[in-house]
C-alpha cells in the first residue's frame, strides 16, 4: 500500500486500495453509467466531490450530520434471527428484540417462505404472530412477503410456465400465463393483507416486486390498488426488486406506461399512482466493480428518484443492492459509507 | 444495527417510531414527518434523535421506551397514547377498543 492510497471494496466486498484519482475516476464511470443508463441527471461537481470524502473518510465507520438521521422499514426483518441466523425464538419475540434491543424504526414479520403465495396457505397460524406482536410492540409492526410470480407456474402452481414457453417461442401463450399469473397473485395478497389487517398490522410489505418480471410489477400495483380500496388505513409498502424492470412479458402498460425497462424514478410514480405510503427502491451492485463506482451509480439514481418522488422512498440496502458489496456479512465501512451518501447527497427518507 | 448506528433514529429510543408512522399513515416524507412530530411534542425536529431528551419526553407522554419502568404504559397501552398525541387512527389499538369492549356504551 502507498501512502495516498485509501482503503476500500469491491462489489463482492473484498478489500481494495486506490489511491484518490482511480476512485475519483470511478465516481464519474458511475455517475455517468447511471445517467446514460436512466437518462437522468448526472451528480453535481461539488456532489461527486462531498461522495470522494465521504469514500475516504477516516474511521472505520462513518455517520450522517446530527439531524440527517432517517427511518428504517425491513424486509423479512423479524426473519432475520429465527431463520436466517437459527436462533430459536418466536417471531413476535423477535420484533421486541429488534425494538429494544436494535433500535429499529418498525419491522416487518415475515414467513420462511416469504411468499404470499404460501402464506395464504398457513395465515391462520400467521395472524396470531401478528396479534402478539401487535400486543407487546411500540412501533409499527408490517407484515411482507413477495408477489412471487413465478410460484404460480406449473406443476407447483396453476398456470403454464413462461419460462419454458418462451424458448420455444410461444411468445403469446407466455404472455397470457403471465396475465393469468397476475390475476392468483393479486387475489393471494389482497386476501393475506386483510387478514392481517384484522390482525392489526400496520402495514403490508410488497417486497420484491418484479422479481418474476412486469407482470410480477404489475401484480403488486394492482394489489397496492385493491389494499388501499379495501382497507384504506392499512399502509403499504412497496418494494422494488430491481433498478431495471425486466420485460418477461414486454407488453404490461399501467396507467399508460409500458413496465419493462422502467428505472427507479419512473417505478416510484407508479407506485405512488397505485396508492403506496412508501416506496422501496432498488439499485444492483455489480460485483466486479469498486465500492467507489457503485455508491456513485446507485446515489445517481436514488438523487433521481427522490427529486420525483411524492411519497417517501426508502432505499433497500441490503446485501448486493443499495452500493452494499454482494456479501454474506456486508462491511460495515462501506455499509455506513452507502448510508451516508443516499442520505445526504440522495436525499433518501429512510433505508 | 450498522443502518440504526450510523444513519438511522432507532426506534423507540428516540422518536424514529413516531416518525415512520407518519410516513406509513400518510405518505409523509422525512423532513414534513419530522415536522408533524415535533410540533406534536413541543420540540424540534432535530430534537427527536436525542435519546436523552426523547426519554424523558416519552416518559412524560407514556409512550413506551426500550427499558421500561415499572408502571409504566407498554406496548398496546402505549400505542394508545402515541395515537392520541399524533392524532392518528393505530389499527392495533382501534381492534384493541372494539376486542376489549371499550366502544360499548358505559365502557
Keep these: 500500500m502507498k501512502v495516498s492510497e485509501f482503503f476500500t471494496r469491491m462489489g463482492d466486498g473484498s478489500g481494495v486500495y486506490m489511491t484518490a484519482e482511480e476512485i475519483r475516476e470511478d465516481i464519474l464511470k458511475g455517475v455517468k453509467d447511471a445517467a446514460d443508463r436512466g437518462k437522468i441527471a448526472e451528480l453535481t461537481q461539488d456532489e461527486m466531490d462531498y461522495l470522494f470524502k465521504i469514500i475516504t473518510m477516516p474511521g472505520n465507520i462513518v455517520g450522517v450530520e446530527r439531524g440527517r438521521e432517517v427511518v428504517s422499514t425491513s424486509d423479512s426483518g423479524s426473519c432475520k434471527m429465527t431463520y436466517h441466523a437459527n436462533i430459536a425464538m418466536e417471531r413476535s419475540m423477535a420484533v421486541l428484540v429488534s425494538e429494544k434491543v436494535l433500535g429499529a424504526d418498525s419491522v416487518d414479520i415475515g414467513n420462511m417462505d416469504y411468499s404470499y403465495k404460501a402464506v395464504k396457505q398457513i395465515i391462520h397460524n400467521e395472524t396470531p404472530v401478528m396479534e402478539l406482536a401487535q400486543h407487546n410492540a411500540v412501533m409499527p409492526v408490517l407484515y411482507g412477503s413477495m408477489p412471487n410470480l413465478g410460484l404460480y407456474t406449473k406443476p407447483d402452481g396453476p398456470v403454464e410456465n413462461w419460462s419454458e414457453l418462451l424458448p420455444l417461442a410461444k411468445i403469446e401463450e407466455a404472455r397470457a400465463a403471465q396475465e393469468e399469473a397476475v390475476e392468483h397473485a393479486v387475489r393471494d395478497i389482497v386476501f393475506v393483507a386483510g387478514e392481517m389487517y384484522e390482525a392489526g398490522a400496520d402495514g403490508i410489505n410488497l417486497d420484491t416486486c418484479g422479481a418474476s418480471g412486469d407482470a410480477d410489477f404489475l401484480a403488486g400495483l394492482l394489489a397496492t390498488e385493491k389494499i388501499k380500496e379495501k382497507y384504506p388505513d392499512l399502509g403499504v409498502e412497496f418494494g422494488a426488486a430491481g433498478e431495471f424492470v425486466l420485460g418477461m412479458h414486454g407488453k404490461i402498460e399501467y396507467d399508460g406506461a409500458k413496465i419493462a425497462g422502467l428505472y427507479p424514478h419512473k417505478q416510484v410514480k407508479l407506485a405512488e399512482k397505485a396508492g403506496a405510503n412508501i416506496f422501496g427502491a432498488v439499485v444492483n451492485t455489480n460485483t466486479n466493480k469498486s465500492f467507489p463506482w457503485n455508491i456513485a451509480r446507485t446515489v445517481t439514481f436514488v438523487k433521481a428518484c427522490t427529486a420525483a418522488a411524492e411519497i417517501p422512498v426508502h432505499v433497500n440496502v441490503g446485501m448486493g443492492v443499495g452500493g452494499i458489496p454482494m456479501s454474506e456479512i456486508p462491511p460495515i465501512d462501506v455499509v455506513t459509507r452507502a448510508d451516508k451518501a443516499l442520505i445526504e447527497i440522495g436525499k433518501a427518507d429512510g433505508l | ?107
Design chain 2, 1 to 107: 444495527m450498522a443502518h440504526a448506528v450510523s444513519s438511522c433514529m432507532s426506534g423507540i429510543r428516540t422518536a424514529g417510531d413516531l416518525v415512520l408512522r407518519m410516513q406509513l399513515a400518510k405518505s409523509m416524507k422525512i423532513d414534513a414527518a419530522k415536522q408533524y412530530v415535533a410540533d406534536k411534542l413541543g420540540v424540534k425536529p432535530i430534537d427527536l434523535s436525542d435519546s436523552d431528551l426523547m426519554a424523558e419526553i416519552r416518559a412524560k407522554n407514556g409512550l413506551g421506551r426500550s427499558f421500561d419502568l415499572n408502571k409504566s404504559p407498554k406496548g398496546i397501552e402505549a400505542k394508545f397514547n402515541i395515537a392520541r398525541i399524533l392524532g392518528i387512527k393505530i389499527n392495533s389499538v382501534e381492534l384493541f377498543r372494539g376486542r376489549a369492549g371499550l366502544n360499548k356504551e358505559g365502557a
